[in-house]
């Protein structure tokens, strides 16, 4: 789970780095909405006492009203779990999606600490209107280091437009996510996996947030 974790760190920190004031509209471009998505956080962020003193309760909040709407989780777990997801029962899939959001939450709230003096420059999208399934291209400047390559897979949904998956330095997250799961699934099944990520995330409720880092 150490790349997995550091990729959405990467990813998380310049999500939030680039720049929603509202609710997207669905007819907004995907581009548009991935360079506006981080305002409010980043506003919420620096103006809420609580969250800059480390309170897991409202940073994680934070996450889930403002992060979470523009990322389909379902979509990243079903994809992430291969061909194993058809062979799951509904109320595995709903359970295994259950814990991945989770998941999902508690490392994008780790990676919140993270935000410092990254800039995120974005590449010309060529897509048209008829596209349902996108890729939005980045990089993040640090003030030392090289760029990092950042990139956004986003899917057309009849809400908006989705993010779900992440290409981080050449690395696409869900690929990572995929051999994982195999990995767990091999050992002990759906329920193993299961197991597996609820496990992970009652240690992570235990810890203070830093340690999600």
Known sequence: MKLIKQLLAIATVAFMAAGVAAPAAAQEKPDVLVKRISQEVI????????????????????????????????????????????????????????????????????????????????????????????????????????????????????????IYDLNVLGAWLIETYKSNFASEISKGGIDGLIKKLHDRNAQLASKPLKAVK
């Not at 103006?47 to 309760?57: E, F």
């Not at 909040?61 to 777990?77: A, F």
Request: glycine fraction near 4%; hydrophobic fraction near 35%; proline fraction near 3%.
């Open 43 to 162: 506003e919420t962020a620096k103006n809420d006492k609580a969250i800059q003193s480390g309170d897991t309760r409202k940073v994680m909040d934070l996450v889930e009203s403002k992060i979470l709407p523009y990322v389909d989780s379902d979509k990243m777990t079903s994809i992430a779990a291969g061909r194993f997801w058809r062979q799951a029962t509904p109320e595995q899939q709903k359970q295994l999606t259950a814990e991945f959001r989770t998941l999902l939450i508690y490392t994008y709230a780790g990676a919140l600490s993270q935000i410092k003096d990254q800039t995120v420059e974005f590449k010309p999208m060529r897509a048209s209107d008829s596209d349902t399934d996108v890729v939005v291209r980045s990089q993040v400047n640090q003030a030392r280091g090289e760029p990092i390559q950042l990139d956004y897979r986003l899917t057309k949904e009849a809400s908006g437009w989705k």
